[in-house]
């Protein structure tokens, strides 16, 4: 087994999956784009709607032996993947033949209709050297996903793959009953929005951007990284290799952040020396952002495409996502897919 696999199963198996990831980052297969559900908060677009395209068994492999190099925990996101249970086990048994199974799943719990369900599945996981999962819950996730679902997919990946290995909220079972009332609450989602504002790309930037002030472009708040508070004007942080949260390989093999930006074909480049250049590296988008952030972008958009930057903005994402949508034709291959840009 390579040695930066090796040091992440040792550590997940000194501290378990979340702690591991939380101290050396993540990466991971984004499966598919469809989702069983559309959370007004997904920064990818995902929703039942979208194309079923999906990794093949090869493309999993493939790409799930480079994220291993990577020295971080691997899983595989979506969408949800769990939507193709029969082609996601399959990917994993032929991973796990391979030596490079993801560590865990994510998922949106929606699959947890019953217990025998979510036990067999799990085991199959287990089975096949999977060690942990993460399972989300919020107000947008349970805005769709009833609660108990969440909670039995809970009780019961706690059971089973131990604490240390469900990386998911402590919230009790009566707050995450209490989401679900939130969001069938414009008030009280309107109050989470503002005290908890979302990375405003794809489906948020459409669903959720209402719910916060305009303000001048030079009193726009400080950026909201996802691992490391910031008050730079650039984006580095979310690009740097110390520091980037997520590295994404999808289904149409696209190195994807968690902004919206692609940073290369996992086919032509390897995941590891891309991250050894830089991620913000990447091309001329990455570092515009990582160095001048969404206002460097937009004058940059100005002065080449004639972009009308407004005078106002919510955030700074905001700026970045409405600049990002009027280059997308211009550089397709950098601000896509269309699922991410697309309504
Ligand atoms: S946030 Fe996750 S569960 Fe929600 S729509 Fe996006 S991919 Fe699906
Ligand atoms: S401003 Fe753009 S690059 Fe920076 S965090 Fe927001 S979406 Fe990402």
Same mark, same amino acid.
């Given at each position: 087994m390579p040695d930066a696999r090796e040091a992440v199963d040792r550590l997940i198996a000194e501290v378990g999956v979340t702690a591991a990831g939380q101290r050396l980052g993540v990466a991971a =297969? =984004? #499966? @598919? #784009? /469809?989702? @069983?559900i559309a959370c007004r908060h997904c920064c990818f677009g995902?929703?039942?709607? /979208?194309?079923?395209?999906r990794m093949t068994l090869e493309q999993s492999v493939y790409h799930l032996r480079q994220l291993h190099e990577l020295g971080r925990v691997i899983h595989i996101a979506g969408g949800e993947a769990m939507l193709f249970w029969d082609d996601l086990l399959a990917a994993v048994q032929a991973a796990f033949a391979d030596g490079v199974q993801p560590h865990f799943i994510e998922s949106?719990?929606?699959?947890? @209709?019953d217990d025998a369900l979510v036990r067999e599945r799990y085991a199959a996981l287990q089975a096949n050297g999977v060690v942990g999962m993460l399972l989300s819950a919020d107000p947008y996730h349970q805005a769709f996903v009833p609660p108990e679902r969440f909670l039995r997919a809970r009780r019961l990946a706690r059971e089973m793959f131990g604490p240390q290995n469900v990386w998911t909220t402590n919230a009790s079972d009566d707050t995450i009953v209490d989401f679900a009332a939130i969001a069938r609450d414009e008030a009280r989602l309107r109050d989470h929005v503002r005290a908890h504002p979302p990375v405003l790309v794809g489906t948020a930037h459409r669903? =959720? /951007? %209402?719910?916060l002030d305009p303000v001048p472009l030079g009193q726009l708040p400080p950026g909201r990284a996802w691992r490391v508070p910031h008050n730079d004007p650039g984006c580095l942080v979310e690009f740097a290799r110390e520091t980037i949260w997520e590295l994404h390989i999808d289904p149409y093999d696209n190195i994807q952040t968690n902004c919206g930006v692609i940073l290369g074909n996992a086919r032509e480049t390897r995941l590891l020396d891309l991250l050894e250049r830089g %991620?913000?590296?990447?091309?001329f988008i990455s570092k515009l952002l990582a160095d001048e952030g969404p206002l460097g972008l937009a004058d940059s958009a100005r002065r080449e495409h004639g972009f009308d930057i407004p005078d106002r903005a919510v955030t700074k994402c905001d700026l970045c996502y409405s600049t990002r949508t009027l280059l997308r034709p211009h550089y397709p291959h950098i601000l896509g897919p269309a699922e991410v840009y697309g309504k």
């Open positions: =297969l =984004l #499966y @598919t #784009y /469809r989702c @069983t995902c929703a039942g709607e /979208r194309s079923p395209v949106n719990a929606s699959f947890a @209709t669903e =959720l /951007r %209402p719910f %991620p913000e590296n990447a091309n």
